[in-house]
């Protein structure tokens, strides 16, 4: 599936394996696609949330954001708008 977005688009895609079809039906999958959406901003508490670790001290960084889901942080102490 794609979902287009003001700058960009996104790819979603799901593998069902076998033993799990009849839990993941067509239709089942259809209705988890219809709640997809791009979103211009996702909050920085739902974006460590999805980490496998936690972080609890961010010592006044204002950017953080995921580069793969679970997978890395960029952290900055400057706001990114203000970088070329």
Do not use: C, H, W
Not at 18 to 28: G, P, R, T
Not at 35 to 46: F, G, K, L, M, N
């Amino acid at each position: 599936m794609i979902l287009p977005g003001p700058t960009f688009s996104g790819y979603v895609a799901v593998q069902v394996p076998e033993s799990a079809a009849k839990i993941y039906s067509d239709d089942a999958v259809r209705q988890m696609f219809a709640s997809a959406e791009i979103r211009d901003q996702v909050p920085v508490d739902e974006q460590l949330g999805l980490m496998p670790f936690k972080i609890s001290e961010l010592s006044d960084f204002k950017n953080i954001r995921t580069l793969a889901p679970g997978a890395a942080l960029i952290l900055a102490d400057g706001d990114e708008k203000d970088r070329l």
